[in-house]
């Protein structure tokens, strides 16, 4: 199975800040790397899929990048609401396909 | 609108069985894979079954491999997950997921809103 870990587990930030959140492979997976955030009680809600592409009605101040076993997630100014926890999900190997184990946003 | 609304949740005892539904609407329920992703309280995603479109292919977490069977009735559009001898460390929230691709998912563009599994004596 391809293990997937992201770093930091939780991140502390102000309003306006530039975070980013590191996404690692266990092996390679191309650029099959999704992004999902997720607020207390509700379901997680695609952000960016492929990597780097922004799902419809997703603020732009949200960018992907990477390939292989290394992918970001990058929120360029920091806003109220994107408080909340982010899962990267490899889309590569066959079914059920794995998720990380989050990174917790909040705010500082 | 894509909905997709999960229901059959509830508390089980350990030993006993559930079966789960997804009622999907809003768009064309045979063209895409489906998944049953779950969270246990306070911690991550684990997706533990999918299903092809066509009903051609499913796939299952280690966890819960001859356990769990997924299946889906395109007539109905309607996503089941029997879920037998559960466990307490089955206890989560499990969401119905809407994959993008029909064989395979690759991600979830649509999610349900949850429903509640308790395995407690």
């Known amino acids: 199975d391809i293990q997937m870990t992201q770093s930091p587990s939780s991140l502390a930030a102000s309003v306006g800040d530039r975070v980013t959140i590191t996404c690692r492979a266990s092996?390679?997976?191309?650029?099959?790397l999704n992004w999902y955030q997720q607020k207390p009680g509700k379901a997680p809600k695609v952000l960016i899929y492929s990597t780097s592409t922004l799902q419809g009605g997703v603020p732009s101040r949200f960018s992907g990048s990477g390939s292989g076993t290394n992918f970001t997630l990058t929120i360029s100014s920091l806003q109220p609401e994107d408080f909340a926890t982010y899962y990267c999900q490899q889309g590569y190997s066959t079914p059920p396909y794995t998720f990380g184990q989050g990174t917790k946003l909040e705010i500082k | 609108e894509v909905q997709l609304l999960e229901s059959g949740g509830g508390l089980v005892q350990p030993g006993g069985s559930l079966r789960l539904s997804c009622a999907a609407s809003g768009f064309t329920f045979s063209n895409f894979a489906m998944s049953w992703v779950r969270q246990a309280p306070g911690k991550g995603l684990e997706c533990v079954s999918t299903?092809?479109?066509?009903?051609?292919?499913?796939s299952y977490a280690d966890t819960v491999k001859g356990r769990f069977t997924i299946s889906r009735d395109n007539s109905k559009n309607v996503l089941y997950l029997q879920i037998n001898s559960l466990r307490a460390d089955d206890t989560a929230v499990y969401y119905c997921a809407k994959g993008w691709g029909e064989v395979d998912p690759y991600y979830f563009d649509y999610w349900g809103q949850g429903t509640l599994v308790t395995v407690s004596s």
């Open positions: 299903i092809g479109g066509s009903n051609s292919m499913t």
């Open positions: 092996q390679t997976i191309s650029t099959f």
